[in-house]
């Protein structure tokens, strides 16, 4: 089982921000595309974001996109999430990944973000 630990997650109102992070210990991260995924309440898995091994190459929903920007930072083993722009469609427990993304083992316990006036 990989271990990742979300942060940052937290109570925004619309059109707000929030950044989230995921530190990597424990595995050779750089050598792994990365993933971010959500689930809202009652809802199945969704995934929000993906970034190659160097970083050069991102993915996004299109729910997101435009508003979401994936990064990571090799030198200290964290996977990023700018959210920008936030909508009340977004409040979901929001997880970092790594492939299979799916997979419960693959993925951290999660940070929470709410979109609430």
């Known amino acids: 089982e990989v271990q990742l630990v979300e942060s940052g997650g937290g109570l925004v109102q619309p059109g707000g921000s929030l950044r989230l992070s995921c530190a990597a210990p424990?595995?050779?991260?750089?050598?792994?595309?990365m993933y971010w995924v959500r689930q809202a309440p009652g809802k199945g898995l969704e995934w929000v974001s993906n970034?190659?091994?160097?970083?050069?190459?991102?993915s996004y929903a299109h729910s997101v996109k435009g508003r979401f920007t994936i990064s990571r930072d090799n030198a200290k083993n964290t996977l990023y999430l700018q959210m920008n722009s936030l909508k009340t469609e977004d409040t979901a427990m929001y997880y970092c990944?790594?492939?299979?993304?799916?997979?419960?083992?693959?993925r951290g316990q999660g940070t929470q973000v709410t979109v609430s006036s």
């Open positions: 990944a790594r492939s299979p993304w799916y997979e419960a083992s693959a």
């Open positions: 424990g595995f050779t991260f750089s050598s792994y595309w």
């Open positions: 970034i190659s091994d160097d970083g050069s190459i991102t």
